[in-house]
């Protein structure tokens, strides 16, 4: 073996001879595409949900404890970066949410599973996920500037 690595590459067929498994390239050999990125994503934003939840545990916890507890995580919750935070909770959501719809359209139907069908999906999924997150905070703040002006 001329490196090092190909050890980690050596299998056991059934009848116990040594037997060369492929090596894969790495993610930087490929040409990122919409539905890779998304596949991507979708994993990291199932991590960033777990996040999230707590989150809204710990704000649920804070209101049930009493009001002076609430008012502080929503003076955090309300500052800049908890508004960030929420944002990207949002858009986690709302990815999750869209690629799992794609999911169980795959699943039940086993239709546009071509990668033709599946890249355009994709720039579908994007704007789906766009549309959904800006009009959930156009309501959030709409909200806020009539509860400013009264």
Partial sequence: MSD??????????SDGSLKKRPMSPHLQ???PIPSMTLSILNRVTGAALSFGSAIMVAWL??????????KKVQKLTGSFPGQLVLFGFSVSFFLHFIRGIRHLVWDSTAKRLEKEE???????DIISITALTLGLWTIIIGKRLRKKKK
């Fill in 4 to 13: 090092i690595r190909e050890t980690f590459y050596v299998g056991h067929t």
């Fill in 61 to 70: 916890a804070s209101a049930a404890k009493g009001p002076k507890s609430f």
């Fill in 118 to 124: 599946i890249n355009k999906d994709s720039k579908i």
């Fill in 29 to 31: 050999v490929y040409k």
